[in-house]
């Protein structure tokens, strides 16, 4: 019989008898370690059940199975001990004590499944909460970083958005520099030409003039045609300004000092039905200009809204001009052409007509353009004004609402 042989008999039945000495000594050392084992498990079971105490459920089948498996154990050290009669008596105290423990335990096992079954229930659904809550983080997190990601999608988007406008804006100004460059070189052919045939009309009127005695009746007429070919020397001149091949004649002054000149000619180019309110809120702001040319410009908007009014069909009425100064920043409202931040010089023409359409609207500075009827416009009056405020350096500004009336403002740079 070998010695782990015997250890497991030890373990399950005691000491057999009939055994030699050595036999004896090998389930003494069995009894020993396995009465050891049995209280090293107790041991760590008081100390679960004192650390955790009140926090241990079932402590009462804890306590049970420690004091079943400390007497199990007792039972293989009584197996080692040589205790004459009283042998038999502790043994059968602690074989009637297991008896008892076991069948304690027995009993009161069953009662606690019902509560071991729920502990392990709450445990899963705890467990499955937490891979609950772990999925609904990371749902939430993903989220968020849909939530930016489309932030930021609307933001490239706006981005994108913006660049394309700035772009078809600044494609829309190239094309009215080159149709203005093409009308220049038509009205600087045109008016050179023109000269030529003025030059010789003065050259001819200033001999009738010396041939003409003074009080002869002829002379009045004579002095009507030297006044009308300078006139027309003028237009020349603003033609040639117009096509760029003649320098602007500037000087410094201010809008109001502009207007104060003007303000009977402007008046006689309005109906009897309809008044001409001036307004001047800034009369120290100078600006370098070409004086005839912004003249030209005035005119041509009074007279726009002149028939922008009439065509409205109201009684009376009135166009106002304004003056001012305004910084324009980064953030202005675009002008056309357009314009530098910085100080500009301010005059607005505002009339009481039918308004612009937004369609109409992007093509009122092109050469030849006009909503009036046919006879009536020749499509060039914001066309000139276009390209007096590129060689003055400033640009218009146009509000419009339909059925309220609109709003030209021509914006010249603010200067010492």
Do not use: W
Not at 105 to 134: G, H, M, S, W, Y
Not at 198 to 213: E, W
Not at 300 to 315: F, K, P, Q, W, Y
Request: aromatic share 4%; proline share 5%.
């Amino acid at each position: 019989m070998t010695p782990l042989v015997l250890a497991l008999q030890v373990a399950a039945h005691g000491t057999p008898p009939g055994l030699s000495a050595a036999a004896r000594d090998v389930f003494h050392v069995a009894d020993v370690i396995t009465a050891f084992s049995y209280f090293a498990i107790a041991t760590t079971l008081l100390v679960v059940v004192l650390r955790l105490r009140a926090q241990l459920p079932f402590r009462v089948v804890f306590v049970l199975f420690g004091a079943f498996i400390v007497l199990c154990g007792a039972t293989h050290v009584m197996s080692t001990l040589t205790l004459g009669a009283q042998r038999d008596v502790i043994e059968t105290a602690t074989m009637v004590a297991t008896a008892a423990v076991s069948l304690l335990t027995a009993v009161l096992l069953p009662r606690f499944v019902p509560r071991i079954e729920a502990l392990v229930r709450d445990a899963q659904v705890a467990r499955e909460r937490e891979r609950e809550k772990a999925r609904a983080d990371a749902l939430a997190e993903s989220n968020e970083a849909l939530v930016a990601q489309a932030a930021a999608l609307n933001d490239a988007n706006a981005q994108l958005a913006e660049s394309l406008r700035e772009r078809q804006r600044l494609e829309g100004h190239l094309r009215q520099v080159q149709k203005m460059e093409l009308m220049g070189r038509l009205a600087s052919g045109v008016a050179h030409d023109f000269n030529n045939l003025l030059t010789v009309i003065q050259g001819n009127v200033d001999l009738v003039r010396d041939a003409v005695p003074a009080s002869d009746p002829a002379a009045a007429y004579v002095e009507e045609i030297d006044q009308a070919t300078k006139n027309a020397t003028e237009l020349t001149r603003r033609l040639l300004a117009f096509g760029r091949k003649a320098p602007a004649r500037t000087e410094r002054t201010t809008l109001d000092a502009l207007l104060a000149r003007e303000r009977r000619l402007l008046q006689r180019a309005l109906p009897s039905s309809m008044q001409l309110e001036v307004r001047s809120n800034h009369p120290d702001g100078f600006v370098q200009i070409d004086v005839n040319q912004v003249q030209q410009a005035i005119l041509n908007l009074i007279v726009n809204a002149r028939d922008a009014t009439a065509s409205a069909g109201r009684g009376a009425s009135t166009v106002t001009i304004e003056t001012g100064q305004v910084v324009v920043g980064p953030e202005a409202p675009p002008t056309s052409p357009p314009v530098a931040p910085g100080r500009y010089m301010t005059l607005s023409v505002q009339d009481e007509g039918t308004g612009i359409s937004e369609e109409v609207r992007s093509h009122i500075f092109e050469p030849f353009f006009t909503t009036k009827e046919e006879g009536q416009g020749t499509g060039l009056g914001l066309a000139m004004i276009y390209e007096v405020m590129v060689q003055s350096g400033g640009g218009v500004q146009v509000e419009s609402l339909m059925g309220r009336g609109s709003t030209f403002t021509l914006l010249l740079p603010r200067v010492a």
